[in-house]
Nanobody
Framework: QVQLVESGGGLVQAGGSLRLSCAAS????????IGWYRQAPGKQRELVAS???????NYADSVKGQFTISRENAKNMVYLQMNSLKYKDTAVYYC?????????????WGKGTQVTVSS
């Protein structure tokens, strides 16, 4: 199992920046893939960015060049640097992890952090 705790959300003006943090309760090397997802009101949850245990990064087309995912292995932390924020980036951002355990593969989620971009 893994517990994930997000922080860093808030209210920011369009064009501004935020950095989200995700604290994992175990080594992120033991996690197949960990990443950031978002869900706007009335919409489905969508992948924003992810990173595998081997370091491969994946981004949604809508955030390429705007957001950067990174990790701090020693602290079991994953970050999402969000620049040039737009109103459409407003959503609840979740940290999610895909973990292989003895009886199968499981997904885990944090409780989310609200990001609101004012136009």
């Amino acid at each position: 199992q893994v517990q994930l705790v997000e922080s860093g959300g808030g209210l920011v003006q369009a064009g501004g920046s935020l950095r989200l943090s995700c604290a994992a309760s175990r080594s992120i090397f033991s996690i197949n893939t960990i990443g950031w997802y978002r869900q706007a009101p009335g919409k489905q949850r969508e992948l924003v960015a992810s990173i595998t245990s081997g370091g491969t990064r994946n981004y949604a087309d809508s955030v390429k060049g705007q957001f950067t995912i990174s990790r701090e292995n020693a602290k079991n932390m994953v970050y999402l640097q969000m620049n040039s924020l737009k109103y459409k980036d407003t959503a609840v951002y979740y940290c999610g992890a895909d973990l292989t355990e003895w009886d199968g593969e499981y997904d885990y989620w944090g409780k989310g952090t609200q990001v609101t971009v004012s136009s």
